[in-house]
């Protein structure tokens, strides 16, 4: 019975812990790539209807099997400051979803409705890791919780990761080398029916244990 009950007690948290999550960049639809390029590489978007939390950033993993190297990935606001970054491991050591491979920021980062962001990548020539480049193409899109901001594509040439202040193809949506994943700070927990049902178990089983004592 106690194991029973702590299975129950296990399902229960999970059900109130697990919120919707998803990413402000949507897998891409081409297979246009490059890696021979050195500098970092953005994307600039703009909250759209309520605040969200940040909890990951990501480097995209083309063959979905793992990157070459170590990727630097950051985050920065409108006027360019630095908000959070994280080196995404090599290999396979990073957590795929989608088409990015993430690490977690220390601790949520959370973006206000109606301001601008921008995601970035540290990119380096022929690393290995390439990344998908549809030129004059659109071949992502954007959650429905964020819209483009100003010129979508950015990016800066060097070997360190700073702010990508670039025009890089207007309101295109070319490339996504860097993406993060974030909770809305309004989200519904778990369906409520999982959580009513996992307490009911728990309830019965506690009263049969009662009754057995």
Do not use: C, H
């Not at 606001?77 to 995404?88: K, M, P, Q, Y």
């Not at 995601?119 to 030129?135: E, I, K, M, R």
């Not at 994943?181 to 019965?204: D, E, M, Q, R, Y």
């Amino acid at each position: 019975m106690k194991y029973i009950n702590t299975a129950l007690l296990g399902l229960v948290f999970a059900a109130i812990s697990v919120t919707s999550q998803a990413a402000i960049i949507n897998d891409a639809s081409g297979s246009s790539f490059r890696d021979n390029w050195q500098g970092v590489v953005g994307v600039n978007f703009q909250i759209n209807g309520a605040d969200i939390d940040v909890n990951a950033l990501g480097f995209e993993d083309l063959g979905l099997d793992g990157l070459e190297l170590v990727q630097e990935v950051g985050i920065w606001d409108n006027v360019g400051t630095l908000l959070a970054s994280v080196n995404v491991p090599s290999g396979i050591g990073g957590i795929l979803v989608g088409d990015w491979r993430y690490a977690m920021l220390a601790s949520t980062l959370t973006l206000l409705d109606g301001n601008s962001y921008t995601v970035g990548a540290l990119v380096n020539n022929t690393s290995g890791n390439g990344w998908t480049d549809g030129t004059n193409s659109t071949l992502f899109s954007f959650d429905s919780s964020v819209l483009g901001s100003g010129f979508v594509g950015v990016y800066n040439q060097g070997s360190s990761l700073t702010f990508p202040s670039l025009n890089g193809g207007g309101s295109i949506l070319r490339w996504a080398p860097a993406n993060a994943t974030f909770i809305p700070t309004n989200a519904v927990p778990a369906p409520a029916t999982i959580t009513i049902f996992a307490l009911s178990l728990l309830g019965l089983s506690l009263g049969r244990f009662k009754r057995q004592a």
